[in-house]
Nanobody
Framework: QVKLAESGGGLVQAGGSLTLSCAAS????????SAWFRQAPGQEREFVAA????????YYKDSVKGRFSTFVDNSNNILFLQMNSLLPEDTAVYYC?????????????????WGQGTQVTVSS
């Protein structure tokens, strides 16, 4: 059974940085597709970033390109989302997710396992 647990969320001022972590049990981030989604109040869950391990390819939502970076620490089996130059519109609950299937990385339907989420709040 796969269990994912996000951490690292919090309150930050606009322009600041946060790094989210996702620890896994029953899953190895070096395989398959690993992603970050977010959901703001009253809005649908949206894709943020993903990393495909073989070959290593990353995908990003247009509005976070150049500001966010996702990567895997293989030694510790942790997925990270480094977020810089944060904006108030980045405020949301952030979720990590994994999939062993091929498909469109930005589709939440592709992902089988999800964490509980971590709140990120960016103040203006």
């Amino acid at each position: 059974q796969v269990k994912l647990a996000e951490s690292g969320g919090g309150l930050v001022q606009a322009g600041g940085s946060l790094t989210l972590s996702c620890a896994a049990s029953g899953h190895t981030f070096s395989k398959g597709l690993s992603a970050w989604f977010r959901q703001a109040p009253g809005q649908e869950r949206e894709f943020v970033a993903a990393v495909e391990r073989v070959p290593t390819i990353t995908y990003y939502k247009d509005s976070v390109k150049g500001r966010f970076s996702t990567f895997v620490d293989n030694s510790n089996n942790i997925l990270f989302l480094q977020m810089n130059s944060l904006l108030p519109e980045d405020t949301a609950v952030y979720y990590c997710a994994t999939s062993s299937r091929d498909g469109r990385a930005s589709s939440p339907l592709l992902y089988d396992d999800w964490g509980q989420g971590t709140q990120v709040t960016v103040s203006s």
